[in-house]
């Protein structure tokens, strides 16, 4: 079974700041890693994934998250935000292992990322 | 390219109706998920579709239940609405080892 853990529920930081979203995960197996972004009233849309590889991983907007496999983390990052990533983050993970159709997304609670200007 | 389409956009039911959501995947992709968001919450993985099985379930009841069609399209079915069924349902798509896509959901209310 896996699990994630995101430990802050909400971030708030002054526009053009640095910011960190903190994601710890466990596993039994090995797992791919993502990060999505939910604006209010939509859908998800995939920030960035680490499948295997460099174990820092940069992705839309800016973002990039680094995989550290001792601490079971991936936290994602940005060194200037603006008003516009207002919203919600869920780091989620998946089993390497693919079986046709049997890949599925654990979650976390999300953290609510608010710019102040 | 639509990208995955969710009907309708909200619901609004009561106790003990029965719901059903419909999902298009985007365009190339064969594999149907579906989650449960509720208000505050990460999704929570129902089950997923593939070749029109069911290939994968998570922890919700037999109440939930779904359906792929030949086109990779799907539906999800919910019987005897609870109050606690009212949440966001995300529709997600996908290509073998390809990231998910996901769809903007559809908001369902029980009253």
């Known amino acids: 079974a896996q699990s994630v853990t995101q430990l802050d529920s909400q971030v708030p930081v002054f526009e053009e700041a640095p910011v960190e979203l903190r994601c710890n995960y466990s596993?039994?197996?090995?797992?791919?890693l993502f990060w999505y972004v939910q604006y209010p009233n939509q859908g998800l849309q995939l920030l960035l994934k680490?499948?295997?590889?460099?174990?820092l991983v940069k992705g839309i907007n800016g973002f990039e998250a680094e995989f550290n496999k001792s601490q079971t983390s991936f936290h994602l990052r940005k060194p200037s935000v603006h008003i516009s990533d207002t919203a919600e983050y869920f780091c989620?993970?998946?089993?390497?292992?693919?079986?046709?159709?049997?890949?599925?997304?654990?979650f976390g609670q999300g953290t609510r990322l608010t710019i102040n200007p | 390219d639509a990208g995955v389409t969710q009907s309708p956009t909200h619901l609004i039911k009561t106790r003990g109706q029965q719901v059903t959501l419909r999902c298009s995947p985007k365009?190339?992709?064969?594999?149907v998920s579906w989650y449960q968001q509720a208000l505050g919450q990460g999704p929570q993985f129902i089950f997923q579709?593939?070749?029109?099985?069911?290939?994968q379930r998570g922890n919700f009841p037999d109440r939930f239940s779904g359906h792929q069609f030949p086109n990779y399209s799907s539906e999800l079915n919910v019987n005897a609405l609870l109050l606690g069924d009212s949440a966001l349902y995300l529709c997600?798509?996908?290509?073998?080892?390809?990231?998910?896509?996901f769809g903007p959901g559809t908001r369902l209310t029980v009253l």
């Open positions: 596993s039994s197996v090995s797992v791919y």
């Open positions: 997600a798509s996908s290509l073998e080892r390809t990231p998910q896509f």
């Open positions: 365009s190339g992709h064969d594999t």
């Open positions: 989620a993970v998946s089993d390497q292992r693919w079986e046709p159709g049997a890949q599925k997304l654990v």
């Open positions: 680490y499948l295997s590889g460099s174990t």
């Open positions: 579709y593939y070749e029109e099985e069911e290939r």
